[in-house]
């Protein structure tokens, strides 16, 4: 059983700059392993039911439409304690307010444009790992 996993998405301005190596190399350094991987683009639906946790947010139209706008990496990590290491890893939201050494600090552009997605919860990890893959995916 697969159980300690976070879920992750490379965002569209991550992979457009041409970060998807330097990400997954950080991630692969901080000791995660990849249960599922995928590279794909998500409609704006998809994105929409994505976030639908966002929906009565100001910022959730412009969050579905740049997530839609390009392709994206997913992935499901595994680790010990993969969420809250994960999310020590991305660093904060506003990647202004991130430290040094995190994922956003070195890659987000701005608090919406921020490179990387991380599950905030084991629960929310599930939910999402399984938007996105089958069990004939997780290895
Ligand atoms: P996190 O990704 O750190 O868990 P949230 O779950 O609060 O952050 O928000 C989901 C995503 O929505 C963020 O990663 C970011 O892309 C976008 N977002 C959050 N807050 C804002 C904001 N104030 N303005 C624009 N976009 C935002
Ligand atoms: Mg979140």
Do not use: C, W
Not at 56 to 71: A, I, K, N
Not at 119 to 129: K, L, V, Y
């Amino acid at each position: 059983m697969k159980t300690d996993i976070t879920f992750t998405m490379v965002k569209p301005d991550a992979v457009n700059s041409g970060h998807i190596g330097l990400i997954l190399d950080k991630i692969t350094k901080a000791g995660f392993k990849f249960v599922a991987i995928k590279y794909t683009h998500l409609t704006i639906e998809q994105a929409g039911a994505f976030y639908e946790v966002h929906q009565e947010r100001p910022f959730y139209r412009d969050l579905v439409t740049f997530m839609s706008s390009g392709p994206i990496v997913a992935a499901i990590l595994q680790k010990e304690n993969a969420v809250a290491d994960f999310r020590k890893l991305i660093g904060t939201t506003d990647p202004s307010k991130a430290d040094e050494g995190t994922i956003r600090k070195a890659f987000a552009k701005s608090i919406q444009e921020n490179a990387v997605h991380g599950s905030d919860s084991n629960e929310n990890a599930t939910i999402e790992a399984s938007f996105f893959f089958s069990n004939f995916e997780r290895f």
